[in-house]
């Protein structure tokens, strides 16, 4: 069974930053592709960034370049999600996922809607004010 233990949701007012960490318990970030989804209430889950297996390469959906980041660190063991200049359209349930299916990886990494990845955590809520 692979467990995912995100942190670092909370509450900022708009023009803020948070970062979110993401690890996989009792393995390696580093044998999954990576990602980070969000849920809104009302709309379906989306596709926020992606990293590939060993942290090569990244991924930011088109609407959030410039403003997240995603990144690796493998000897951490941690992935995380930097957001910055938040707005309150990005208040959202933010869900870390991993894979190790080479194609449900590069379908999320690519943003095809409705692709999700196979294991998933528990979830933190990112609240931004106006």
């Known amino acids: 069974q692979v467990q995912l233990v995100e942190s670092g949701g909370g509450s900022v007012e708009a023009g803020g930053s948070l970062r979110l960490s993401c690890t996989v318990a009792?393995?390696?970030?580093?044998?999954?592709?990576m990602g980070w989804f969000r849920q809104a209430p009302g709309k379906e889950r989306e596709g926020v960034a992606m990293?590939?297996?060993?942290?090569?390469?990244?991924a930011i959906t088109d609407s959030l370049k410039g403003r997240f980041t995603i990144s690796q660190d493998n000897a951490e063991n941690m992935v995380y999600l930097q957001m910055n200049s938040l707005k309150p359209e990005d208040t959202a349930m933010y869900y870390c996922?991993?894979?190790?299916?080479?194609?449900?990886?590069?379908?999320?990494?690519?943003?095809?809607?409705?692709?999700?990845?196979?294991?998933w955590g528990q979830g933190t809520q990112v609240t931004v004010s106006s």
């Open positions: 990293i590939s297996t060993g942290g090569g390469a990244t």
């Open positions: 009792g393995n390696r970030v580093s044998r999954f592709c």
């Open positions: 996922a991993a894979d190790r299916d080479p194609g449900r990886c590069l379908a999320a990494r690519s943003f095809v809607p409705g692709a999700l990845l196979n294991y």
